[in-house]
């Protein structure tokens, strides 16, 4: 197939991360693919993993100018089908890829990813886009919210990471992990007060920058923290510091499926997480015991957490490889990635049968 991945968003995100990913095992397959986008750092990464990447300016929806120039990209790969963001993508390289009788599939990240306007609904109405979403969770809360969207145009394909290959170890003191954005909505706070109340060998090690970081710093120091916690502050190798670690901790009070835990799960550590989003989704029975309640405060991560510190090693080697286990069988990325080929070849081969 000739496939074109289009993204309009100007920061980094799990969508991204996403595309890159799921573009570089289909350009692996054999598959021609080429990626569009207008952030600097995007295109540079699809050139570098995927063998294309293209910027291009989007400027305002339905931009004649926008439209044109991938009238012409589509014309010149001959695509097959255009996979495409929120926002200006739909309003510029769906028009084209509508005008070319291209099928297009839209990609959604969050439940409530796209609102509610009487020119999207037309622009839906127009092209008639297929759904894409990477949990069940953000699927069914996608057709809540757009009444007028057919829950069978809404198709699942979990997202996935290649789980790790090397031997897993133990560490001590054991070392914890977190790696979301410094954010309020991230939990932070729950697991520094759950933490400081834990009198066993630890450490705590911080990935990552936000809005919060300075209080959160000044929070560890006032509750004894200071000298068990590290803060990394942003990395671009997260994979090797997730590698260096054993128990994955997040605490978030809402996510869609989380790109941090699938990472931490391919790396085969042991996830305690509030049980938000499609986090379920990719936790089998044997990691249910450390799947909290959405609502868990402080005092039911340290409980948990205790249970974790107080492993022995034999204990939590089976508990890391019960992890990387979870990543095989749940989202093994070749396999969500095969997944997501075959059925973007029945979208090709349903959208010609409609011409």
């Given at each position: 197939m000739r496939i074109a991945f289009i993204?309009?968003?100007?920061?980094?995100?799990?969508?991204?991360t996403w595309t890159l990913d799921f573009a570089e095992r289909l350009a692996a397959f054999g598959h021609d693919v080429r990626v569009y986008g207008r952030q600097p750092e995007f295109v540079a990464q699809a050139r570098q993993r995927?063998?294309?990447?293209?910027?291009?300016?989007?400027?305002?929806d339905l931009n004649p100018a926008a439209v044109a120039r991938f009238l012409r990209a589509f014309r010149r790969q001959r695509t097959d089908i255009v996979v495409l963001n929120i926002g200006k993508d739909l309003a510029t390289a769906g028009v084209a890829a509508r005008l070319l009788g291209i099928p297009v599939v839209q990609r959604i990240g969050l439940p409530e990813d796209i609102p509610q306007r009487f020119k999207t609904r037309l622009l839906h109405a127009w092209i008639r886009p297929a759904f894409l979403c990477p949990c069940r969770f953000i699927a069914d809360g996608f057709a809540r919210s757009l009444p007028y969207v057919d829950p069978a145009d809404v198709h699942v394909v979990l997202n996935g990471k290649p789980p790790t290959t090397a031997p897993l170890a133990?560490?001590?003191?054991?070392?914890?992990?977190?790696?979301?954005?410094?954010?309020?909505?991230?939990?932070?706070?729950?697991?520094?007060?759950a933490l400081s109340t834990i009198d066993m060998p630890f450490e705590l090690h911080v990935v990552g920058t936000g809005s919060d970081e300075t209080r959160l710093r000044g929070l560890a120091a006032s509750l004894g923290l200071a000298?068990?916690?590290?803060?990394h502050g942003f990395s671009t190798d997260v994979p090797g510091l997730l590698a260096q670690a054993d128990i994955f901790l997040l605490a978030s009070r809402s996510e869609g499926l989380p790109n941090t835990l699938l990472e931490a799960l391919a790396q085969g550590l042991l996830p305690i997480s509030r049980d938000v989003g499609g986090v379920r989704e990719v936790f089998t029975p044997q990691l249910e015991p450390w799947l909290l309640p959405p609502d868990a405060g402080p005092e039911a991560f340290a409980a948990v957490l205790r249970t974790a510190l107080a492993l022995s090693d034999d204990a939590l080697l089976a508990a890391r490889q019960a992890s990387l286990e979870a990543c095989r069988t749940r989202c093994d990325l070749d396999a969500k990635a095969r997944e997501l080929e075959c059925w973007l070849a029945d979208q090709v081969a349903a959208y010609a049968r409609r011409q």
């Open positions: 993204n309009a968003t100007r920061k980094w995100g799990g969508v991204k995927v063998g294309h990447g293209e910027r291009a300016d989007f400027g305002c133990t560490h001590a003191p054991r070392r914890l992990i977190a790696t979301q954005q410094l954010n309020p909505d991230k939990g932070h706070e729950t697991l520094l007060r000298e068990r916690v590290l803060w």
